[in-house]
């Protein structure tokens, strides 16, 4: 089979044997009768209901943290009595084992889908249950990441969060999936969790069972029964890069000018990643991610405990605080959308904190009372601005609440044409270039089929970053990046070279951005993003720039 490409999201390099993502389990057909001895069909039908619960509990022990309390909640419901009873029942009627646990459940499903959101939540859990029972008793494979003894590289069509979020980094070598892009929040999540992942990899599930493939989360890569000698070369890189993670201390170029490293996080769960890299601070503050399984809006008390963390945590550094970011691909309960056929074009971000101002009220009230009280300096920013009058009115409301540095998001392309009108409005940028890209290209960032335009090294991508910076710069305001282009060890000095003033990133990405940075002047990232721009794609503009960026081979870049 030829080597497959697809777009690179995560870095580093995984080979291993291929284990597909099981995909659906089918309905047992509703007139599915028994063969006469419903004695034998009930011994069936719990043995499996066991089997289920015994390997959730064993995943979960395995796992453990917040991925254990899941699945030792999903195990009690395979084993709950009450459960065993009704599919008995219905198998004593005729009914065959598998039909008997489909409807079983369904008494169980509608009940919790009335209970309220926090249960209804629980749904997607339940069904998960179903499935991996209905599987068990028909013979199919198994829903979501296979069960393996030995590590493997993870395929599938598309991974939903909750999959991505469970993966262990010790099994899973690598994911290669058909769809999703770059900046998909399932490729943010797989660099946090710092696996090799590649994304819109057109034919990867038509990948044998049990091959061997050789995937560059860098270069997008997948190499199909690799030599040898590709497994050699890519180990070397990898020892290369590990080598190159080790250096420590604040961000700066060769030759000195600093660029703090920022990191990206969701929560105060995600301090301690970023704190372990040396972070000099949080460059994005995703609060939405507190919040989004919230049937009511958080209180002003929980969420300054949720900010002072992160204060706390960054004391010399700046903590950099995004408003509620809700809409589009994050819904939030509390923040219900008009009917919209176009969300993402909607009102999302600060236009949705606009039709909810008590929402952004009590935000800020707890942004301004922690910002007292914590350690680190706090700013706040606004995200989805598209002009000089939203600017202005979020730098209002928060002057309001006393708090002192505002900022806003440039993530939507008018907002980077004219940055010079909005930076008289505001302290500080900070460049989103996931959505700047969605956005400048009209092209949805969970899409794989448009994965090509949303490649962080198009030039009109980088003409519109440099845009925004020169901005910032002539009316001597900082301009940070935030969007995910920044953990990208050559872009990041391309970046530099543009004008960004400080980076942030998910931790994993760090350690070689850093590098990166210590190893050319800032005179080679100007030069590599003048021939970053003056290329007509991102491959020309990736090539162009890495020929002034000569330290990145050594680096295992
Ligand atoms: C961005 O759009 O680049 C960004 C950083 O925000 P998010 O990915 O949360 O939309
Ligand atoms: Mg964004």
Not at 188 to 198: D, K, N, Q, T, Y
Not at 209 to 220: M, P, R
Not at 349 to 363: K, T
Request: proline share 8%.
């Amino acid at each position: 089979m030829p080597d497959l490409r697809g777009t690179g999201v995560s870095p580093g390099v995984g080979a291993g044997p291929v284990r597909m993502m099981g995909g659906s389990v089918p309905e047992p057909p509703p007139d599915e009768r028994h063969g006469g001895d419903a004695a034998a069909e009930r011994a069936r039908a719990h043995e499996a209901l066991h089997a289920v619960a015994a390997d959730l509990e064993a995943r979960g022990a395995k796992a453990g943290g917040a991925a254990q309390e899941v699945l030792a909640a999903q195990a009690l419901m395979a084993g709950d009595p009450g459960l065993g009873e009704l599919v008995d029942a219905k198998i004593d009627a005729g009914m065959a084992a598998a039909r008997a646990v489909f409807e079983g459940f369904a008494g169980y499903r509608a009940a919790l889908a009335g209970a309220g959101d926090y249960l209804a939540a629980r749904v997607a859990d339940l069904d998960d249950v179903r499935d991996r029972v209905v599987a068990r008793l028909g013979d199919l494979p198994m829903p979501g990441v296979p069960a393996s003894a030995e590590p493997f590289v993870l395929v599938a069509r598309d991974l939903a969060p909750a999959d991505t979020a469970l993966l262990d980094p010790e099994s899973v070598l690598a994911f290669v999936t058909e769809e999703g892009g770059p900046t998909s929040h399932t490729a943010i999540l797989a660099r946090a969790i710092g696996v090799p992942a590649v994304v819109a990899c057109a034919g990867c599930t038509t990948l044998p069972e049990g091959s061997v493939i050789l995937v560059d989360g860098g270069t997008g890569t997948v190499t199909v029964d690799p030599a040898p000698g590709d497994i050699a070369a890519a180990d070397e890189r990898t020892a290369a890069r590990a080598a190159a993670s080790a250096a420590s201390g604040p961000g700066r170029t060769a030759d000195g000018h600093e660029v703090p490293l920022l990191a990206n996080i969701g929560g105060p769960r995600d301090i301690a990643a970023a704190v372990s890299v040396g972070a000099e601070g949080v460059g994005l503050y995703r609060t939405e991610f507190l919040f989004l399984d919230r049937a009511e809006p958080p209180t002003v008390v929980e969420q300054e405990a949720a900010y002072r963390a992160a204060l706390d945590a960054f004391p010399a550094g700046p903590v950099v605080v995004r408003v509620l970011d809700a809409g589009a691909d994050k819904p939030l309960a509390f923040l219900p959308p008009g009917d919209e056929p176009n969300p993402a074009l909607g009102e999302r971000g600060l236009r949705m904190l606009q039709r909810y101002p008590e929402v952004l009220a009590d935000q800020l009230a707890a942004l301004a009372r922690a910002g007292e009280t914590g350690s680190g300096e706090l700013r706040v920013m606004a995200p989805m601005v598209a002009d000089a009058a939203d600017a202005r009115y979020f730098a209002d409301v928060c002057r309001a609440a006393g708090i002192a540095s505002a900022g806003v998001m440039i993530e939507i392309p008018a907002a980077a044409l004219r940055a010079r009108d909005i930076a008289g409005e505001v302290d500080f940028f900070s460049l989103g270039t996931n959505d700047l890209a969605q956005y400048a290209f009209a092209a949805d960032r969970e899409l794989g089929a448009l994965a090509r335009l949303q490649d962080p090294w198009q030039p009109a991508l980088l003409d519109l970053v440099a845009t925004a910076a020169t901005a910032a710069a002539g009316a001597g305001k900082g301009c940070g990046v935030c969007g995910e282009a920044a953990g990208d060890p050559a872009l990041a000095c391309v970046l530099v070279g543009l004008g960004a003033s400080s980076l942030s990133m998910s931790p994993p990405s760090l350690p070689l951005v850093r590098a990166a940075l210590a190893g050319h002047p800032l005179d080679a990232c100007r030069r590599a993003a003048e021939a970053a721009r003056a290329a007509g794609t991102p491959a020309a503009a990736r090539t162009a720039a890495r020929a002034h960026l000569s330290l990145l081979p050594s680096l295992g870049l």
